[in-house]
Every structure is written in structure tokens, then in C-alpha cells.
């Protein structure tokens, strides 16, 4: 094993926390890693100050983790010093990936989300959008690989705890990170007996068969068309896919593309009727991504056209 | 002006969430402003419109990875009050099993990653020493207790949620997943490991208490207004009424939480992106209101569960009713989880914890308006949502728990800043020798 601890540093931009939780969830295998962890900066967890990490050496921590999506000026901005600091760099989890849920404000203009969280809501009105001693907001979120290459990417939301432990063993071990390239259905159980869907069902109709395929029952499920790092645990808990670890490598591939060309083969039904039944497919197939396909892609460039 | 400094703390650590300090001293020291900066926000309230309404509770655990689930359970909560839905009381237990697991677990990481490292090592101990990962260096025993509590939690909330880490399970008219019989029974032969864990970390909590009396009695004890869910009166974090308490200890309020908007206001201030609520009848900066374990164990007359309600007997007769000390908070904590603890017992211990009969057949998406409140590890949560008749949320006002305490966390510093900056307050308490000395 490793002689000296190995430093690493742990980034947050906008974020949950979530990843980081699942870390921890490693569970008694955190007392046989953290010793092995020189941890560098880690805003959860050590009360290093972000001016210790911009006085680092350049590439002087060997692996830093970067949790969380661009949307201030300031998240750029450690994003980048994590990118100077670190040997290796991890997008760690789907919003550092893809830009996560939060890449769903790109839906609204900028304006708008500012209304309704500082300028007008039902317990305000007459707001102002708050400015001092605070980071600029961005106008629009642009995914992380806008701004930084990345060495590995671990998606999820979160990445599992298994998936984590399996990543840090293989970077304290120095051995070439190697993961399953399977899909969610993979993983998954339920009987396919390859028949096309009737009718798109709302997920809380009825009582699922819990031995068939959800899809084939007409619930939509993005198993086919996502990444099975989770090994399943949504469809094994009577859950539809909603596709938080994104699409099987090449990961940057188009995630809400390929589901929806999945739905069209799985219910080669009447347009009409689908999009009734589908009534808000950009949110039900980009959920995760939507900053990294090319619909979000078209829709940063015309927000960006609007700055200039 | 001369003197005159800004002193910046970037980032806030060993906290949930993103923060930095901004303390404003002027002649003589005096301190002039705090203010507690948070610096990002992701607009959900924004994007949740135009979405399935069923698909929120999907969507908003992703507020704060640390509580998901208490996101999860508002927010389902919420769609089901704009639908006029009413579950299975089956479901209804397992939900409330869900949101005590979390409840255990959140409060272990807090008491022992976050808060500890301060008691074992001391305030003003190196960055280097003083954390988490260094306790589990020289208190292995300690950290392996630790881990265990936070472990039992966070896994029951897998078996529930199906991940632990924003759930998915519970749904418009109950819940997608019933708790196997063979689930039941592995958490079961856990208990009697958890109820020693629980012991030892009571007696911890209490030495830590009584060794660091002076800080809790004389930092930071800074009088607001408290604001929690109560269930008749007896604590409660799934269910219940709104409860305010004044400053002097009076509950002025008590309400349905549909009744929200008569009571909450809300205060955008210039400096931060997590707004600032309060309650609106007294207004603000007077309204000031905080939120989480101490003002829950403020405004409830009691605990739900026996030996809980003996813990907040002791801690009120160390610190009184209602307690003003922002230390106190970790106190609360113990006594939550003490609660916590005893109702995982006894949910896992009722035959209907195993009940498939826990989702409705029948749901009709509808317009409508509707309130779900839970409490969240950190505070009181409230999701506020509409429908059209379709089923598609367009409008959404969340008030998350942080943001009932931003306010008082600011009010708070300015009492600690002004004893210890103003007064020389170090020198007039006395700090214990740190647990582990390097």
C-alpha cells in the first residue's frame, strides 16, 4: 500500500453536497481510506480556507474531486484553481459531468429565475436581486468542460458508494480505472417480452407488475438509454429510470436523443397522442444533461448571443 | 475612516452548503456588521415550473444531498395536498421511517464530522488536526461508533428509498416500494447494537456539555423567536402544526401549515442568496425567527418517544425553556436523535411496517394549490405548489430550512463577535483541555 498519505483536494461548486455524502456512505471503509488521504482542502469537512488552496503549488495535490456545477463567477473560478492544483482531475457526479439538475434553469432565461427568487414570489414582492460581497451569477449554466478538461469523469446523483470506493482504491493503488459499460436494464430483472406500449402511463397509475419491464407497462424508464453504474437500484424498488448517471460511454454522447428515440421504438404510436401522453419530454429525457446534448448546447449559444 | 477593517472567512467550512463571513469592525474594534454570505443558488423554484407535478419529488431532493429525503417527503406531500390525496396509512409509516432514519443519520454526521472535531481538539486547534478525519485517527473507537449510527440510518434509508441519496420511491398516493419482510427482520437484530451506540453517544454528548458549560452559557445566547412542527404539542418531524415561540417563551402561533402565508415573511437582503425568513407579524429585523434542533425542543411541550422525553427534561433543566444558546443546538441534537432512534424501534417493530398495501390505485392530477411541510435535519421545510388542470406545476415558493436560520445564525455571530472582539470574552470563559492534545 501507500506509504505517505496522498494529497487530494475536494471542490464544491454549486452543489448538494450529495456526492459527498455518498462518500462518506463508504461507511467503516472510510477508516481504512482516510488515513490513506492527505486532504489538501475539503470546505465540508476541514477548515482550510480557499486562499490555502490558490497558495498551493501548481499540480502539487494529486487527485482533486469537483463536485457541482458553474453557476457563479466564483465556482468558475475554483473550478480552474482545482485544475492548476490537482495532477488529476474527477467531474464527480452528474452536475460536474453534465451540469446535474440544476443545468434545467437553462429552460428560463436568467431574468426570470431572478424574479421569482428575489424580486416576486408569495411570501415577497419589490425585491432586489442581492449584490454585495456576493459572486456574479452566471447568465446561463455552461457544463464544467466548458471551462476545465477533466481526466475521469464518475457520474451519478450520486455516484454510488461502490462506484466511489472502487474509484479511490484504484487512484491510491495507481491502476487504470476500468468500469462496466452495461446499461441500467442490465441490471434489471423484470421480464422484456419486446411488446410495444399501448399507452404512456403517468407514474403514479395503477400498480406496476413488478416482473415486467416498467417501459413495456408503459411507465417511462430511461434504463435502456443510461449508464447502469447504479446497478439498478430504482427499477429493483419498483421505480422508474429517470437517468441520473447520463448515457453508457461515450458518456458525452446525446442522452435525451437516444431515450427518445428508444420511446419511439418501443411505442411506435400516434405523434398526437405521445405528445399529450409526454406533455414535458425535455425534462423527462434531458433531466441530467440537458446542458451537454445539443439541444442545450443551441440554447447556451443563444443565450450567449444575447450577452454580446 | 480609520481602523475601520473588513475581515473575510472564505469559505464557511465544516457546514452544509456554501457560505462565507463578512465581518465589518470599525474604531476601536468595535464590530460594526456581520453578514453571512451565501453565494450561490440554483433557482428550483424557477425550473420546477412546467414539470409533470408528480415529477417534483423526483426533481427537489436535489436541493441538499444531505437532506434529500425531508425534500422528498415535502415535496410529495405537497402534490398530494394540491390533489386532495389522502395515502394509506401503511405508507404513511413507512414515510415516517424514511424521514427518522434520516433524521439519525444527518444528526450523527453533524454531531461527530462536523461539530466534534472543535470538542476533541479544541477551538483553536490547527486546520490540520481539527477534523473528522484526524479523530478517526485517535479516537478509532469513538469514529467507529459514529459510523455505525450514521451507517444505520443512511441504509434503512436505502432499503426505503431505494437510494439513500435522493430517494425515488414515494410518489402522488404512497409508496412504490413496500418493506420486505426479510428487510424488516436484518434491521431489527440491529437495534440492541444501535441502542449501545445511542447510550454512548448521550454520555459523550453530556460530558462535552457540562465540560464546555461556559461557552454554552455564555457565547452566543442570543434571544429570537423559534419555529418548528409539533404534533399535539409532542415533537414531530413528519407531521403536525406550525409553532412560533417568542423570545420571552410564548407560542404565538399555532397553525395548519396551508395557513403559511399569514406567518412567514420573507427578507431579501442585499448580501446573500439564501434569503432571510421571519415572522411576519412582528416583522423584520424583530420577527427574526430560528429553526432546527433547538427551537423544535423550544416550542414542543414535549418529545414523542419516553426516554427522548426524559433527555429534554435533563436539558431543559441544564438550559432552561426556551433556551437561547446557539450551542445548545448540539444538545437538541443528542435529544432529537434519541427520538429518532426510539421511533425506528417501534415502526420496525409494528406488523404494518411490512404492509403492501401502501399506494393508491387511483390518483387524479387536478388544479390545485398545496402545502407539504416536513421537518428537515436543519429546520422546518415547506414546499408550496400549483397545478393546472393537466397536472403541470406552474408555480412553486420553497422555504428551506437553512433559510429560517440565516438571519439568526447572523444575530448570533454578532453576540459571539461582540464578546469575544469587544469584551476580550476568551479570556473570561473557561475552555476544558482539549479530549486528544498533540
Keep these: 500500500m501507500v506509504a505517505d498519505p496522498v494529497p487530494v483536494a475536494m471542490g464544491q461548486g454549486s452543489s ?147 462506484l466511489i470506493l472502487t474509484a479511490v482504491t484504484a487512484l491510491l493503488e495507481g491502476k487504470e480505472l476500468e468500469l462496466p459499460t452495461h446499461t441500467v436494464c442490465h441490471y434489471c430483472d423484470r421480464e422484456k417480452k419486446e411488446t410495444p406500449i399501448p399507452e404512456i402511463l403517468r407514474p403514479f397509475s395503477g400498480h406496476a407488475d413488478p416482473d415486467r419491464c416498467l417501459l413495456e407497462q408503459g411507465y417511462i424508464c430511461l434504463g435502456s438509454s443510461t449508464w447502469g453504474l447504479c446497478e439498478g437500484q430504482c427499477v429493483s424498488h419498483g421505480t422508474t429510470c429517470r437517468g441520473c448517471f447520463g448515457p453508457p460511454p461515450p458518456i458525452m454522447s446525446d442522452h435525451g436523443a437516444a431515450s427518445m428515440s428508444m420511446l419511439g421504438t418501443y411505442a411506435p404510436n400516434d405523434p398526437e397522442a405521445l405528445r399529450i401522453q409526454v406533455p414535458d419530454p425535455l425534462s423527462m429525457f434531458y433531466r441530467f444533461d440537458y446542458a451537454t446534448s445539443h439541444l442545450g448546447r443551441m440554447r447556451i449559444k443563444r443565450e450567449e448571443a444575447k450577452q454580446h | ?174 409508496m412504490l416500494h413496500s418493506l420486505p419482510e426479510d428487510d424488516r427482520q436484518k434491521w431489527l437484530k440491529q437495534i440492541p447494537e444501535l441502542l449501545d451506540n445511542l447510550n454512548k453517544t448521550v454520555e459523550l454528548a453530556k460530558t462535552v456539555v457540562n465540560a464546555y458549560i461556559d461557552v454554552v452559557t455564555k457565547v452566543a445566547v442570543t434571544p429570537t423567536y423559534y419555529i418548528g412542527l409539533a404534533n399535539n404539542g409532542e415533537l414531530d418531524i413528519y407531521d403536525g402544526t406550525i409553532r412560533v415561540m417568542d423570545p420571552e417563551g410564548k407560542i404565538v402561533a399555532d397553525f395548519e401549515p396551508k395557513d403559511y402565508l399569514q406567518y412567514y415573511g420573507e427578507h431579501i437582503p442585499n448580501h446573500s442568496y439564501a434569503t432571510h425568513i421571519y415572522y411576519k407579524p412582528a416583522g423584520y429585523p424583530d420577527g427574526i425567527w430560528r429553526a432546527n434542533t433547538l427551537a423544535r425542543c423550544n416550542v414542543a411541550d414535549k418529545m414523542a418517544t419516553p426516554l427522548a422525553d426524559a433527555a429534554l427534561k435533563e436539558m431543559r433543566e441544564l438550559v432552561g425553556r426556551p433556551s437561547h444558546h446557539t450551542f445548545a443546538y448540539h444538545y437538541a441534537r443528542i435529544v432529537e436523535t434519541v427520538q429518532a432512534v426510539e421511533w425506528i424501534k417501534t415502526l420496525l417493530e409494528d406488523d404494518d411496517i411490512v404492509s403492501t398495501d401502501v399506494k393508491l390505485s387511483d390518483v387524479e392530477p387536478k388544479a390545485g394549490n398545496g402545502v407539504g411541510v416536513v421537518e428537515a435535519p436543519r429546520g422546518i421545510l415547506l414546499h408550496n405548489y400549483e397545478s393546472d388542470d393537466k397536472g403541470m406545476l406552474t408555480h412553486a415558493n420553497l422555504i428551506v430550512a437553512t433559510n429560517n436560520n440565516i438571519a439568526g445564525i447572523e444575530k448570533s455571530l454578532m453576540d459571539a463577535a461582540k464578546f469575544i472582539l469587544e469584551e476580550n470574552g476568551l479570556s473570561q470563559i473557561n475552555l476544558p483541555e482539549p479530549m486528544v492534545k498533540h
Aim: hydrophobic share 40%.
Design chain 1, 16 to 162: 448538494c453536497w450529495g456526492c459527498f455524502q455518498s462518500l462518506v456512505d463508504i461507511h467503516l471503509n472510510l477508516a481504512t481510506v482516510l488515513p490513506l488521504l492527505d486532504i489538501k482542502y475539503w470546505q465540508a469537512v476541514v477548515d482550510y480556507k480557499l486562499s490555502d488552496l490558490e497558495g498551493y503549488p501548481d499540480k502539487s495535490i494529486v487527485v482533486g474531486f469537483f463536485e457541482g456545477m458553474a453557476r457563479t463567477a466564483e465556482d468558475i473560478h475554483l473550478l480552474k484553481v482545482m485544475r492548476e492544483k490537482c495532477q488529476i482531475l474527477i467531474a464527480f457526479g452528474s452536475c460536474s459531468c453534465f451540469g446535474g439538475i440544476p443545468g434545467l434553469a437553462n429552460f428560463y432565461d436568467i431574468e426570470e429565475c431572478l424574479t421569482t427568487k428575489f424580486r416576486e414570489n408569495k411570501t415577497f414582492s419589490g425585491g432586489k436581486v442581492p449584490s454585495e460581497n456576493l459572486p456574479a451569477i452566471e447568465p446561463v449554466v455552461r457544463p464544467n468542460t466548458d471551462f476545465v478538461d477533466f481526466d475521469i469523469f464518475l457520474p451519478g446523483c450520486p455516484p454510488t458508494s461502490k
Design chain 2, 1 to 174: 475612516m480609520t481602523g475601520v477593517k473588513t475581515v473575510r472567512i472564505d469559505p464557511v467550512t465544516r457546514l452544509e452548503g456554501h457560505g462565507s463571513l463578512t465581518i465589518k469592525l470599525g474604531e476601536g474594534g468595535k464590530v460594526k456588521d456581520i453578514q453571512f454570505n451565501v453565494n450561490s443558488t440554483r433557482f428550483f423554484e424557477q425550473f420546477l415550473v412546467g414539470r409533470q407535478m408528480e415529477e417534483a419529488p423526483r426533481i427537489a431532493p436535489r436541493i441538499c444531498g444531505i437532506c434529500p429525503i425531508p425534500h422528498h417527503l415535502a415535496s410529495v406531500k405537497a402534490v398530494e395536498a394540491a390533489w386532495d390525496i389522502k395515502i394509506p396509512p401503511a405508507a404513511v409509516k413507512l414515510r415516517r421511517l424514511l424521514i427518522e432514519a434520516k433524521q439519525l443519520s444527518s444528526h450523527m454526521i453533524h454531531f461527530y464530522a462536523l461539530a466534534a472535531p472543535d470538542f476533541v481538539y479544541g477551538p483553536t486547534a490547527d486546520p490540520s488536526l481539527r477534523n473528522v478525519a484526524q479523530v478517526l485517527k485517535d479516537l478509532p473507537d469513538v469514529a467507529v461508533q459514529a459510523i455505525k449510527m450514521m451507517e444505520f440510518g443512511q441504509e434503512l434509508c436505502r432499503d426505503i428509498g431505494a437510494k439513500a441519496i435522493h430517494p425515488v420511491t414515494a410518489i402522488p398516493g404512497g
